[in-house]
Every structure is written in structure tokens, then in C-alpha cells.
């Protein structure tokens, strides 16, 4: 039999596991288990160590008693799959799995797994059996098959589902076991707990399964560990039982004496919760799409009036939306709730009609960058066609490395569609996994390249690693992302590094209106999202050059 491997993003590959490995590594387990419940610290399994995974098994194995010793063993436990099994034996050298911009994360998890030793990772699901407390992180998207249709979609359930039932044969049933998922409401309730309870009863459990829902409010960036640990959390349980358990559990390893738990009654309004709360800020997102359409048609520059707005503290919160909002939770969570209405609960009425739309905006908000790319290229007498566009910005917020559901990403597919060549740049990110990895990522047939035409060259697209080698030659150039080291680029440098005047797309209210006349009286052509305004400084240019003549 040939042995498969799974291969990190560094390139480095590892056998998956043989029969053999799986005793070894139970025997191994049981072992330091034993070590560490003399100790008497609590054993936590963390299902999934992604990108809150990671973080959430790394904050609970740093907890600490008032002797400054550890309070948690803390096992991460990953599916040895070809595409994630790599990440076992990177975290049982100490190293974090996944890229972060935050200093705190990758010290901790080497302390804890080098120095503290009470943080490990493994394959095995028999590690359940051990466990006094499983946090399940296992991810659950929302797979739409139309762009800017989100009711033409569904809750992809499957991977919880198997986790569920797999727990439910492995786990005590004095185990806690805490969904920190984002999921549809009702899915602690009604999916979990049958498929648990069912197998409990196969067992010859009869008591329930302690089930608990607290979701994540985790953002990436530099404060990425401290949006799990110094954070407000939401938590319910499907009992008293399991509610004292959780809150128990989510007081010793999080800093509630700063950021208070609350305690909600059942899952479903802790899952509806996050629902609310995610779809609440991608519908203020969305608000401003139209006013900014409004903006660019009408000589409006929709940033200052946000400006204006915001010295109202009642309004303080407004904010521009860029060329989509990306990340992995405003674009889909609304939908789980969409979804979760009829396929959970039962209902056939169409009762939303904010959410699903705010949705299919902000999904398809990025399109609109690809036309002023476009009309910009032909204000300077220049085909879309063939154009050399450089993209300033992959992730979908400044200064972080995160590209999922990145509004750049659709950005290169719609221009690559019409004809042009992309160059991308972005000094957190080295790896464009939706593109380097299109056939497979974040799933098979799933990746946006089935929406467009002519994609597959964009299996090649590599990072610019230069900034200056990256402007050459640009016929375009497009400010997607308001990095910090975009925000003080001078014109002048610019079109010295490009070579010739080009076109400037602002897609996030990069440039002032200093640097605008700039670039035009070099001689380029400047276009920006909800920017209608710069249609006046353009004549204004002309006029002081006629002037000149």
C-alpha cells in the first residue's frame, strides 16, 4: 500500500498514520494523562485546531491556578486527513499551525508545549475517552451555490455531524461538551443532542449529554488571542447541569472578572446570538452601498460625509464598507439563520428579507471595483484587455493576512475574466491558497472560480514579494486594502515605480484629496469607490493647466 502524505504550507511533508501509530499513540496518551490527572489538572480536547481551535487550546493550556500553576491538560485533536493531518506534529514542536500577526500567540504555544507540557496534539478520536471537557471547533460553512443569491445555498453540516457522533462514542457522559462553532440556531438542541443522545442510549448511557453552546467572537489580527481570552462570551446549556459545567469551565480558562459571561437560558438563543449579531453589522455594511453608488454618480465623497456623521456619538459606528467585507462569519452567518428556519425548524414562509439581502450585496459589492478599473483604463485610452493591474491588498482587512471571502479576491476573478493580467502584493500574506489551491480550496467545487470564465491561469498567481518591482509597468492599480504601508505612498513615487501615469482605483478612502490632484497633474486617471468627487478635482486640474497654456 503506497502512503499518503500530508504536506504543510512550508512545503514539508508527513506520512499519515499506519494502524500501528494509532495503538502507540493511545498508549502515549494514556500515559501522560495519567501523569497529568495526578497533578490534578482537568483534561480539555479541543475538536479542530484551525484557526480558533489553535487559539481557544493555547488559551486554555496557558490557564494558570493562584500558584501560577497550570490549571488544564489540553489535547488539540485534528482529523488526519491529507490536507490538515500536518498540522499534529507541527504543534507538538511548538509551533502554531496557523500564521498570525499577533506576538502573543506563537510564545504561548511553544510555553506550553516546551516548557509547560501540558499542550499536545493528536490524531486519535480515543483521546475522547479521556476527556473531562471537549470544545468542539469544527467548522461549519455555508456553501452557496449561486453568487449574490444567498437563499440558493445550504448549512454545511456533515463534518459537525460526524464529530458529534464520533464524541458521542469515545466521550464519558460526565464529559462537558462545549460547541464553540458558529452554527445554525437550533443546532445544539435539535441536530447534537439527537445524534448523541442515540448514542448514548446504544451504550447503555441513560443520562443526557452535557451540551453547551459559547460561541467565538475571534478576530484576527494583533489582538487575535486576546479576542478569545479578554472578550465578552455569550454561553447556555440544555440543562442546569450543563450550564453550571460551562460557566464553570468558561470562568476558570477566560478573563470574565474584566468581560462577564452571559448566561442565556437555551442554546438556540446563544446560537441566534452570534447569528444576530454578525448579520446586524453586515446589514450597516451593506446600508452604505448604495449611498456610495449615490456618492459616485452625484459628485458626493461618501467619506466625508461618514466623517460628518460620525461626530454624532449615537452614529459613531458607521462604517464605509470597502470593496466587501469578507472574513469568514459577516458573509455567511446570516445565512445559517436563513437556512436553519426551514431545514431545522420547519417553516415555509419567507419571513427575512434584510439578512439574505445584505448577504447577496456585500458578496457581489467587489464587481463594481472591476467596471472603474475598467472605465478608468479607457479614460487614459487603454483596452481592459491585456492591461497589467496590480492589486494592492489579498486580505479582507487591513493589516492582517486573512484572505477568506476576501472582497480582492473577486476583484482578480472578474478583471482575469475580462481579459486582464493581475499582479498581486500584500506584506501579510505569502500564500493566496484561494488560488494556489483553486480545485481544492477551501473545498472541492467550491472554490468562487466556478462563477467566472477563463480562471484556471490563476492557479499560478504568486505574491509579489517587491513593492517596487511590483509597480512596474502597471497600466492599473488598485487600492484595496487599507494597509499600513499603502496608506503613505506618495504619487510621485508611485508613477516613478510604474513608469508611466496609470490608473488609480481608491477602494477604501485611501487617498486624500491632496494626493488625487496629484496623480492627475501627473496624468494618470483616478476612479474610487463612493469618491464622486473626483470627477471635480479632475476639472479643476484641466482648468489650471488650460490656464498655464
Known amino acids: 500500500m503506497s502512503v499518503q502524505y500530508s504536506v ?14 494509532y495503538k502507540k499513540e493511545f498508549v502515549r496518551l494514556k500515559r501522560e494523562i495519567g501523569r497529568q490527572k495526578r497533578m490534578g489538572r482537568e483534561i480539555v480536547v479541543v475538536m479542530g485546531v484551525g484557526f480558533v481551535g489553535v487559539a481557544m487550546a493555547a488559551v486554555v493550556a496557558d490557564t494558570v491556578d493562584r500558584k501560577g500553576k497550570p ?16 498540522k499534529i506534529p507541527v504543534l507538538n514542536r511548538g509551533v502554531s499551525p496557523v500564521t498570525s500577526e499577533d506576538k502573543e500567540l506563537a510564545p504561548m504555544i511553544a510555553r506550553c508545549v516546551r516548557d509547560k507540557k501540558n499542550l499536545t496534539a493528536t490524531f486519535t478520536y480515543e483521546a475522547l475517552s479521556l476527556a473531562d471537557v471537549v470544545v468542539v471547533d469544527v467548522q461549519c460553512d455555508y456553501l452557496k451555490d449561486d453568487l449574490g443569491n444567498v437563499r440558493n445555498g445550504f ?3 456533515a463534518a459537525l455531524e460526524d464529530s458529534l457522533g464520533i464524541m458521542a462514542e469515545h466521550v464519558s457522559p460526565h464529559a462537558l461538551i462545549l460547541i464553540e462553532t458558529t452554527v445554525a440556531p437550533g443546532t445544539t438542541e435539535q441536530i447534537a443532542y439527537p445524534i448523541m443522545k442515540k448514542v448514548f442510549q446504544k451504550r447503555g448511557i441513560k443520562s443526557d449529554p452535557l451540551l453547551a453552546h459559547s460561541y467565538e467572537r475571534v478576530m484576527p489580527g494583533k489582538d487575535y488571542v486576546a479576542s478569545i481570552r479578554d472578550y465578552w462570551r455569550v454561553c447556555s446549556g440544555i440543562n442546569k447541569k450543563s450550564r453550571g459545567k460551562v460557566v464553570k469551565f468558561l470562568n476558570d480558562v477566560l478573563n470574565t472578572r474584566d468581560y462577564p459571561l452571559t448566561v442565556l437560558d437555551k442554546p438556540i438563543e446563544s446560537e441566534t446570538a452570534k447569528i444576530v449579531e454578525n448579520s446586524f453589522r453586515a446589514t450597516i455594511l451593506a446600508f452604505l452601498d448604495e449611498w456610495s453608488l449615490f456618492s459616485e454618480r452625484n459628485g458626493i465623497d461618501l467619506m466625508k460625509v461618514i466623517k460628518a456623521i460620525k461626530v454624532r ?20 452567518d446570516g445565512g445559517l439563520g436563513v437556512w436553519a428556519y426551514k431545514h431545522i425548524h420547519g417553516f415555509e414562509d419567507d419571513i427575512f428579507k434584510i439578512t439574505p439581502l445584505a448577504i447577496n450585496i456585500n458578496d457581489t459589492r467587489s464587481l463594481h471595483v472591476a467596471q472603474l478599473t475598467r472605465d478608468a483604463l479607457r479614460n487614459l485610452g487603454r483596452p481592459i484587455a491585456a492591461a497589467e493591474v496590480l492589486l ?4 479582507y482587512r487591513e493589516d492582517v493576512g486573512d484572505t477568506r471571502y476576501s472582497g480582492s479576491e473577486l476583484i482578480v476573478r472578474k478583471l482575469t475574466e475580462m481579459g486582464a493580467e493581475l499582479k498581486v502584493h500584500d506584506p501579510y500574506v505569502k500564500h493566496w491558497w484561494e488560488f494556489e489551491a483553486q480545485d481544492s480550496y477551501p473545498s472541492a467545487g467550491h472554490s468562487l472560480q466556478r462563477f467566472f470564465r477563463n480562471q484556471d491561469k490563476l492557479s499560478d498567481l504568486k505574491m509579489e514579494k ?5 509597480f512596474k509597468g502597471a497600466d492599473a492599480v488598485i487600492f484595496a486594502v487599507r494597509h499600513q504601508q499603502y496608506l503613505d505612498l506618495d504619487p510621485d513615487r508611485v508613477v516613478k515605480m510604474v513608469g508611466n501615469p496609470c490608473a488609480i482605483i481608491d477602494c477604501f478612502g485611501i487617498l486624500y484629496d491632496e ?3 496629484r496623480y492627475f497633474e501627473l496624468g494618470c486617471e483616478v476612479k474610487g469607490l463612493g469618491r464622486g468627487h473626483i470627477r471635480r478635482i479632475k476639472d479643476e486640474v484641466r482648468r489650471q493647466k488650460t490656464k498655464g497654456k
Not at 489540553?74 to 491529507?82: A, D, E, L, T
Not at 458607521?318 to 470593496?323: K, S, T
Not at 517587491?466 to 511590483?470: G, I, K, P, S, V
Request: glycine letters at 12%; aromatic letters at 10%.
Open 8 to 21: 504543510s504550507p512550508g512545503g514539508e511533508k508527513f506520512p499519515l498514520p499506519s494502524n500501528e501509530d
Open 71 to 86: 490549571l488544564k491538560f489540553v489535547i488539540g485533536m485534528q482529523r488526519p486527513s491529507v490536507r490538515s493531518y500536518w
Open 155 to 157: 448549512a454545511d453540516m
Open 313 to 332: 456619538p449615537t452614529h459613531n459606528n458607521i462604517i464605509f464598507p470597502g470593496p466587501g467585507i469578507g472574513g469568514y462569519c459577516l458573509p455567511k
Open 392 to 395: 494592492l491588498g489579498a486580505s
Open 466 to 470: 517587491d513593492l517596487r518591482q511590483a
Open 515 to 517: 494626493r488625487i490632484r
